[in-house]
């Protein structure tokens, strides 16, 4: 599958995720960040949409700790959350 492709369906899932709170929260992640990720930071990012929300959110927010897996540049960028972004 070509970039463009994968990243359109990686935003649907970061924005489709079940809960407002998740797709806020990863909805916005993508949106501020993936024009500019390499391969390996889209493929992270796949692999995360995987993992149960309620553990991302644990994670971003500070309340499970992260997995060795999951630790790195793109995992303290998610727990920024400066990119979340409410519409009232």
Request: hydrophobic content about 40%; cysteine-free.
């Amino acid at each position: 599958m070509d970039r463009a492709t994968r990243l359109k369906r990686l935003k649907f899932r970061a924005w489709h995720r079940g809960t407002k709170e998740a797709d806020y929260m990863m909805g916005g992640f993508y949106d501020t960040g993936a024009a500019d990720w390499s391969d390996a930071e889209v493929n992270w990012f796949e692999m995360l949409l995987d993992e149960e929300d309620v553990d991302i959110m644990g994670w971003a927010i500070g309340t499970i700790a992260v997995p060795d897996r999951w630790q790195g540049p793109m995992m303290d960028r998610l727990k920024r959350l400066d990119y979340v972004s409410i519409p009232q």
